[in-house]
């Protein structure tokens, strides 16, 4: 029998896939325990997705692990998450510089604790030279927090003198969001059932193909990867066009 991971054609991957991993939350709460249960239960998932992603040959992974609404949340879970992202940058440092992962962050910095911040530098350095898979953690990120800080940018720019009003367009804008090195995604998972964006990558997902499943996080594996990858590859993408165009 085909498995389904041989169902999957390699010369149609998405080359940069995003996930918001949603549902620890609920995971814990299934099972009676404390919600940095289910946190630290959906670090696996991160492990095994990261791998399967550059087993594949996927080349951006963009994980949504902590958005600017989520400082909000109860100031010991906020505690709780920092510390969890601390140890396992640590953690898996020397794994990741091995297997040819260069860690990138995007997000707004100033609101991490510095131990986080210190961290996440040094894993940015060990894995510069790789470029295998980019994985990208938005860590105190928001998508309207990203087109603000472009906004600012580009208004500088234009006071400055440095840019004509009349040269910004969509590519523009782009190459002054955080994700100006990496191509917009193709495919953006989410789990645990929520159908929504919840201040994602905004611009950046314009014309990607979204996938939701019930699937909680921490339950989420390499499989759940494989089905959302050969759904996304039966999609006629159209990109404005009627489908006749598509096919001479
Ligand atoms: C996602 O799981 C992880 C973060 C937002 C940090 P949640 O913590 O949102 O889990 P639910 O949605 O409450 O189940
Ligand atoms: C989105 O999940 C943010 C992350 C997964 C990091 P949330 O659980 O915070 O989103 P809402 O509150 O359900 O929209
Ligand atoms: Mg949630």
Same mark, same amino acid.
């Given at each position: 029998?085909?498995?389904?991971?041989?169902?999957?054609?390699?010369?149609?991957?998405?080359?940069?896939?995003?996930?918001?991993?949603?549902?620890?939350?609920?995971?814990?709460?299934?099972?009676?325990?404390?919600?940095?249960?289910?946190?630290?239960?959906?670090?696996?998932?991160?492990?095994?997705?990261?791998?399967?992603?550059?087993?594949?040959?996927?080349?951006?992974?963009?994980?949504?692990?902590?958005?600017?609404?989520?400082?909000?949340?109860?100031?010991?879970?906020?505690?709780?998450?920092?510390?969890?992202?601390?140890?396992?940058?640590?953690?898996?440092?020397?794994?990741?510089?091995?297997?040819?992962?260069?860690?990138?962050?995007?997000?707004?910095?100033?609101?991490? !604790?510095?131990?986080? *911040? $210190?961290? =996440?530098? +040094? @894993? &940015?350095?060990?894995?510069?030279?790789?470029?295998?898979?980019?994985?990208?953690?938005?860590?105190?990120?928001?998508?309207?927090?990203?087109?603000?800080?472009?906004?600012?940018?580009?208004?500088?720019?234009?006071?400055?003198?440095?840019?004509?009003?009349?040269?910004?367009?969509?590519?523009?804008?782009?190459?002054?969001?955080?994700?100006?090195?990496?191509?917009?995604?193709?495919?953006?998972?989410?789990?645990?059932?929520?159908?929504?964006?919840?201040?994602?990558?905004?611009?950046?997902?314009?014309?990607?193909?979204?996938?939701?499943?019930?699937?909680?996080? !921490?339950?989420?594996? *390499? $499989?759940? =990867?494989? +089905? @959302? &990858?050969?759904?996304?590859?039966?999609?006629?993408?159209?990109?404005?066009?009627?489908?006749?165009?598509?096919?001479?």
């Amino acid at each position: 029998m085909e498995t389904v991971l041989q169902q999957i054609d390699r010369e149609h991957l998405p080359k940069h896939v995003a996930i918001i991993m949603d549902g620890n939350g609920r995971w814990a709460k299934e099972r009676g325990e404390d919600r940095l249960f289910g946190h630290l239960h959906g670090v696996q998932s991160v492990r095994d997705i990261v791998e399967a992603s550059a087993e594949i040959g996927i080349q951006y992974l963009t994980l949504y692990a902590f958005s600017t609404e989520n400082w909000d949340r109860p100031q010991a879970e906020v505690a709780g998450l920092m510390e969890l992202l601390v140890n396992t940058v640590r953690r898996e440092v020397d794994q990741m510089k091995k297997n040819g992962i260069r860690l990138h962050v995007i997000g707004d910095f100033s609101m991490l !604790p510095p131990s986080a *911040r $210190q961290e =996440l530098s +040094e @894993a &940015l350095e060990m894995t510069a030279e790789n470029d295998h898979l980019h994985l990208i953690l938005a860590l105190s990120y928001s998508g309207r927090w990203d087109l603000t800080q472009a906004f600012r940018q580009l208004a500088q720019k234009v006071l400055a003198g440095e840019l004509y009003t009349e040269s910004i367009d969509a590519d523009v804008i782009s190459a002054h969001l955080a994700t100006r090195n990496f191509p917009d995604p193709e495919l953006m998972i989410r789990s645990s059932g929520e159908h929504r964006i919840s201040n994602f990558l905004l611009y950046q997902l314009a014309y990607a193909e979204l996938y939701f499943t019930e699937t909680l996080w !921490p339950d989420f594996r *390499r $499989q759940h =990867l494989y +089905e @959302a &990858l050969i759904d996304y590859q039966q999609r006629e993408r159209r990109f404005g066009k009627t489908s006749e165009q598509l096919t001479p």
